[in-house]
């Protein structure tokens, strides 16, 4: 197992320290190829503890991780009422939030879902309502039209496949989310959505990982950031 990957010292003291020590882009190969096989492997085994839910224990989750966003919205955004929340259609055992979308879509939320359009690119978001026809994506995720209207989200949820109390996520391990987040100015407001049970002491961090600014359970916020 690597070590923890530690470079995020404080920017006051960048002067006192080795330049290496502080730079994240001195990760070493050796050690990101260790943190690489060592994330398939978790993939792997939250994935299928996922699946081994029941279908009545996914839907108590998937109910109450609803509320718990129904709260940070409330709480965060005031409703968040004309702003545009991305969301996700849920594969793989993921929570289920599409009563969620509909209620905020008649609540006046503007709903939004990442769409692959081009592989190994950022995610594009366009925007959903209920009944709109939806077109098979890249791996079979049902997507809205390409002629649904392209939005920039306020807020994006971020299914997570495992995630750490430093408010990192590890998600298919494709990078889309980092890949979009990188690109997005300003950056969407995100909230990573997933079981308590997927709690990792850490994900081993590397260069390219952007900690989200909260991390949402069934059981409540396990992570904020401070500075958001
Ligand atoms: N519901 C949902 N929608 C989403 C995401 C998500 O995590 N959840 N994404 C968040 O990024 C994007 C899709 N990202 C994905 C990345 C990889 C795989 C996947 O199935 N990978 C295969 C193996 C790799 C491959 O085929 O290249 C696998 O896991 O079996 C699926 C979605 C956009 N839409
Ligand atoms: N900003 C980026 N620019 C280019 N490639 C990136 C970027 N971020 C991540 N990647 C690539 O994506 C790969 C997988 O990243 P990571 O293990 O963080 O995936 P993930 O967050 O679990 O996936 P996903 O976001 O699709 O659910 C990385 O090895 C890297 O090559």
Not at 35 to 55: F, K
Not at 186 to 209: E, K
Request: glycine share 8%; proline share 11%; with cysteine.
């Amino acid at each position: 197992m690597p070590d923890p990957v530690r470079y995020a010292s404080p920017p006051c003291l960048a002067a006192e320290i080795a330049p290496d020590y502080f730079d994240p882009l001195a990760t070493n190969p050796e050690q990101a190829r260790d943190v690489a096989r060592w994330r398939r492997a978790e993939r792997i085994r939250l994935r299928a503890e996922r699946d081994a839910l029941s279908v009545v224990n996914r839907q108590a989750a998937g109910a109450a991780l609803a509320q718990q966003l129904r709260q940070v919205l409330s709480d965060r955004f005031d409703g968040a009422a004309g702003m545009v929340l991305s969301a996700y259609w849920p594969i793989k055992g993921e929570p289920d939030l599409r009563g969620l979308m509909a209620e905020q879509h008649e609540a006046g939320v503007i709903i939004a879902l990442p769409v692959v359009e081009v592989r190994a690119s950022p995610l594009v978001f366009r925007r959903w309502h209920p009944g709109l026809h939806m077109i098979r994506g890249n791996w079979n995720i049902p997507v809205p039209p390409p002629e649904a209207d392209r939005l920039a989200p306020d807020v994006a949820l971020a299914p997570v496949v495992g995630w750490d109390s430093a408010g990192f996520r590890l998600g298919y391990g494709g990078g889309y989310f980092d890949r979009t987040l990188a690109r997005l100015a300003p950056r969407p407001f995100t909230i990573g959505i997933g079981l308590q049970a997927a709690q990792l002491s850490t994900i081993f961090p590397q260069p390219h990982d952007i900690p989200l600014d909260v991390i949402l359970t069934e059981a409540g916020v396990q992570f904020q950031r401070e500075d958001p």
